[in-house]
């Protein structure tokens, strides 16, 4: 007999079911319905997964608990938890709920901002950074993503950013730490170049990777938005939490521009109950935290470690991924070695043809990474 549910097998099985209800009975589904045992949550048994940027070790303990509690008000739309959650990032940064929007993952409030943004004027950007929401937003609508030139050596060039801001231009996108390069721009430049530049328009600073680097109150900007400067500084619950699959992040701004961003977005219909009680959870669990950050630092030290035994040159790194410079080879060809041994990594970014980002994962991956490079190296240059 099929399995699969008709409308007319749904209806009469939803009479039958009322009753067994009523009876104090359970419901049982057919077996390739409650089964899950198909799926992969995470990857398959056997791949090394250091593509992705994400924490495999997370979510938290406190944050699997309280899933584990919401997903039974999974039925109800979320509203109590998004206050709290809410007023937890308010009291930490010295801002009011009103300073902030949530979204799922910070790429929901990054691309409002944009669609926003871009019907204002140009976005304008370093030649390489995480500008997947932005050109997004440009699938959308009309608007430009100006670019200034590369640097030599990846870093973000203030200046050449700040002159290149003309009166068409309605926004300044900035990460830090920089994704794909890795480099954490310095937070006294980065500061004064934010107030100088956000009295011309609006400055964004992307900081997924802030709590990963050495001093993240030091190089955040939410100060600045703390003091009523054009300043949007974004953040997510995907990187240090390991929570990337339950999609939470948020914008802070002052209150009048976050309401008008919100404007494009679907406001509490974006969250789902899992995620907000896995943020609520995890926002204060500084154990786990800590513990997340000692196991990143150890992965990136190996993976700096055997870059240069190997003689190739990984950029400075301050997030949960190393940008490594192979020389005269291949990025994508090194992907391509990589993935036939199980492990994932990037391949090429825009036209750095020879600039490989690696992500940290569990520690035994990350051995793999180390254990194929020698291996690998050799079958390209054969």
Not at 14 to 37: F, H, K, N, V
Not at 71 to 84: P, Q
Not at 216 to 242: C, Q, W
Not at 325 to 341: H, P, S, V, Y
Request: charged letters at 20%; one cysteine or more.
């Amino acid at each position: 007999m099929s399995s699969v549910l008709s409308r007319r097998n749904f209806l009469a099985r939803s009479t039958i079911g009322a009753g067994a209800i009523a009876g104090g009975q359970l419901l049982t589904l057919p077996s390739a319905l409650a089964s899950t045992s198909i799926l992969n949550y995470g990857p398959a048994s056997g791949i090394a997964k250091l593509n992705a940027n994400e924490n495999p070790y997370g979510p938290s303990p406190a944050a699997i608990t309280a899933m584990m509690d919401a997903t039974r008000k999974g039925a109800y739309y979320v509203n109590d938890s998004v206050t709290r959650l809410l007023e937890m990032i308010a009291e930490r940064n010295g801002i009011t709920p009103q300073h902030i929007a949530l979204s799922s993952g910070s790429s929901g409030v990054l691309t409002y901002l944009a669609l926003e943004k871009l019907q204002q004027g140009k976005i304008l950007g370093p030649d390489l950074f995480w500008d997947t929401t932005t050109r997004s937003a440009l699938r959308h609508g009309s608007g430009e993503l100006k670019r200034t030139a590369k640097t030599a050596d990846l870093s973000m060039d203030l200046d050449a950013l700040y002159n290149a801001i003309t009166p068409d231009v309605a926004m300044v996108q900035i990460c830090n730490p920089n994704n794909p390069t890795a480099i954490l721009t310095d937070a006294k430049a980065l500061r004064e170049f934010c107030i100088k530049a956000s009295k011309k328009c609006t400055v964004l600073v992307d900081e997924a990777y802030n709590e990963i680097t050495d001093d993240p109150e030091a190089n955040s900007m939410i100060d600045l938005v703390r003091d009523g400067h054009d300043v949007y500084v974004a953040k997510t619950f995907s990187k240090i939490y390991g929570m990337a699959g339950l999609r939470v992040g948020y914008m802070m701004a002052a209150p009048e521009k976050i309401e008008s961003m919100s404007k494009f977005g679907l406001g509490n219909y974006a969250m789902n109950q899992a995620g907000v009680a896995a943020a609520v959870a995890s926002y204060n669990d500084f154990e786990f935290l800590n513990y997340s950050k000692t196991r990143i630092f150890e992965a990136r030290q190996m993976i700096n470690e055997v870059a240069r035994a190997n003689g190739l040159r990984p950029a400075p790194s301050q997030t949960s991924f190393v940008f490594i410079d192979l020389g005269d080879l291949n990025a994508e060809t090194f992907r391509q070695e990589m993935a036939k041994r199980q492990i994932m990594i990037r391949g090429i970014y825009q036209d750095y043809t020879n600039w490989s980002r690696v992500s940290t994962g569990l520690l035994p991956d990350v051995e793999r990474f180390v254990k194929a490079v020698p291996e690998v190296l050799d079958a390209m240059k054969a």
